[in-house]
């Protein structure tokens, strides 16, 4: 160990080459309470270590993290490391009540994984309740030693987190709306990195400032933590090409504009202008929005200012204009469209896209919204779509009830009885025209059902939105995977015709995937990870109202095809 640990601090200091494994990282994390002040409202939030957004953390490719998280608040929590895969660690994989119980007040819990054939920006966040509101930040993934990025090697990086500010508790938000059966109340900002910026009333002094020199290159990691919404971005008079999406390498294209969903990052080389231009550039997101409930239309900028060569005019200094970037409509599907058909694998010699090309089990999702009667007893209505309803959100109709055990645990001690039933439908059980003329009843099933598969199965699932209470745009993530998204469309899937187009040679690689509003999503992914994998919409709202369910990935016959033993210091309920 301390012979490792002399050699790692020896080799890079003359730059041999390091040992084929990582080295370990300690960290830790307090969650605290910690008072914040944006829009002239101060109020008390969970935070990481007295920071908001969190602290960045950074490992390289192989690295080993041991991440000691310590609750210090009133509140449950656990962490998710989001796009981590996770090979056969899913006891660190965070999702309370599915891989862990929370970590509760007072107690602690060390999160230990190996980052394993993986580079690139990803983040954590809460996985309990609306607690990712203010506990996430970066979790950058750079290559392993003297490995380039696939591209131009930036002078700077810059990780742009992209997250949502509530006036408002959000606990008390989601609990009052848990409560009435309606839409939770909507955010009052978008932030950058933690700040909403001059658009906003009393926010001048929270503006992220991105302060850059001219004719270089910078990366941009941006990652979107918002709740609720996705997000157009772009730069006043600046093209951008992305490189990167969901630390998975892309072919490089130049855009204006981008458009990040919940859950997604997506790297951004900016090369800026060649010389001085006289001019600051604000750099803004808005929301992309398909659905029918109300939504947060603000606008979040931060600016991009040149440093000033020694020599500059004060009058020059004093007038800076400022340019204005121009984004979609709000509902812009067609630039959503355009956009993720650009998104492609590099699919290069070291960075082949490993496309499922044999298939063993196909299944067929909806996603969408739905009801549940008004559980309120003495006459009171609730605010759900009508006072007799209560909002609700289902796959293939079934809204996924939390267990108050952990999934993982229950089926690694083989007491599932009880807590899940391992029978989720591989298609809804009552088919129907999904995208026309929603059905009279749009009444949800309830139940913990959990997907099986053996190891090694090789999947293919489409994702179908539903047109009940109003088609919408849903990125589904799923955890402990990356997949292919081999296919997407409009309207309901054609299992005979839409295959035909699908596209098995560089589409896209990632974690979260837009299913488009109204239409449909086709992944493939190998189900090479034993354990207990959460599968849900990322717009925590829809994630809430039941958008979620597991799949429990059997051990396979090798050692190395295992889960691993539970940590000693694994959270209880
Ligand atoms: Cu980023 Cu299950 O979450």
Redesign the pocket.
């Known amino acids: 160990m301390a012979f490792w640990l002399l050699f790692a601090v020896f080799s890079s200091v003359l730059l041999l080459p390091e040992p084929a494994f990582g080295k370990t990282r300690h960290y830790t994390l307090d969650i605290k309470m910690h008072n914040v002040t944006r829009l002239c409202h101060t109020k008390s939030l969970v935070s990481v270590n007295g920071e908001f957004p969190g602290p960045k953390l950074i490992a390289r490719e192989g690295d080993q993290l041991l991440i000691k998280v310590v609750n210090h608040v009133p509140n449950n929590i656990s962490l ?1 490391w ?1 796009g981590i895969r996770q090979l056969r660690s899913g006891w660190a994989d965070g ?1 309370a009540y599915i891989t862990q119980c929370p970590i509760q007040t007072g107690q602690s819990y060390v999160y230990n994984y190996t980052v394993v054939g993986q580079r690139g920006t990803l983040w954590y ?1 809460a ?1 309990i309740s609306w607690l ?1 509101a203010t506990v996430y930040g970066p979790l950058i993934i750079l290559p392993k030693h003297g490995v380039p990025y696939p591209f131009h090697k930036p002078h700077k990086e810059v990780p742009m987190v992209f997250g949502e500010w509530f006036n408002a508790d959000t606990e008390a938000i989601i609990r009052q709306a848990t409560l009435t059966g309606g839409g939770p109340s909507v955010s009052d900002a978008y932030t950058i990195n933690g700040l909403p910026g001059p658009l906003y009333n009393c926010s001048a002094k929270d503006t992220f400032r991105l302060r850059v020199k001219p004719g270089k290159t910078y990366l941009l990691r941006l990652i979107n933590a918002a709740l609720n919404d996705e997000l157009f971005f772009s730069i006043a008079n600046h093209t951008v090409t992305v490189v990167e999406a969901d630390a998975i390498y892309v072919k490089p294209f130049e855009t204006d504009t981008i458009l990040i969903a919940p ?1 997604q990052t997506t790297n951004l080389l900016l090369k800026t202008k060649q010389s001085y231009p006289k001019a600051s550039f604000l750099m803004t997101a808005r929301p992309y929005v398909t659905g029918q409930g109300t939504f947060d239309n603000s606008t979040v900028a931060g600016i991009l200012e040149y440093e000033q060569p020694k020599h500059t005019k004060t009058s020059i200094k004093k007038n800076l204009q400022l340019f204005t970037p121009v984004l979609p409509a709000l509902n812009d599907t067609n630039f959503a469209t355009k956009f993720s058909n650009k998104l492609r694998s590099l699919n290069s010699k070291k960075f082949p896209a490993n496309v499922p090309l044999k298939v063993d089990r196909k299944f067929f999702f909806t996603v969408g919204l739905g009801t549940n009667p008004c559980n309120h007893k003495n006459n009171q209505t609730c605010q759900g779509p009508t006072n007799t309803t209560m909002f609700a959100a289902s796959i293939s109709n079934i809204s996924f009830t939390m267990p108050t055990k952990a999934l993982l645990q229950s089926h690694y001690s083989g007491q599932s009885n009880g807590v899940y039933s391992p029978n989720f439908p591989w298609s809804p059980i009552v088919p129907f025209n999904y995208t026309g003329t929603p059905p009279n009843n749009t009444m949800v099933s309830t139940g913990t059902n959990l997907m099986v598969l053996p190891y090694n199965t090789s999947v293919e699932l489409v994702m179908q939105d539903t047109s009940i209470l109003g088609a919408e745009s849903h990125p589904l ?1 799923l ?1 402990g995977f990356n997949f292919f998204v081999v296919g997407q469309g409009f309207g309901n899937f054609d299992a005979k015709e839409d295959p035909k187009n699908f596209n098995l040679v560089d589409p896209i690689e990632r974690n ?1 995937v837009g299913v488009p509003s109204g239409g449909w999503a086709a992944i493939r992914f190998l189900a090479d990870n034993p354990g207990v994998w ?1 599968m ?1 919409c ?1 717009l925590e709202v829809h994630t809430s109202w039941g958008l979620r369910m597991a799949w429990l990935v059997l051990d396979g016959d090798k050692p190395d095809q295992k889960l691993l033993p539970p940590p000693a210091d694994l959270p209880k309920c």
């Open positions: 998710h989001h999702p966040h996985h990712r859950g993530h955890h979260t959460f849900h990322h």
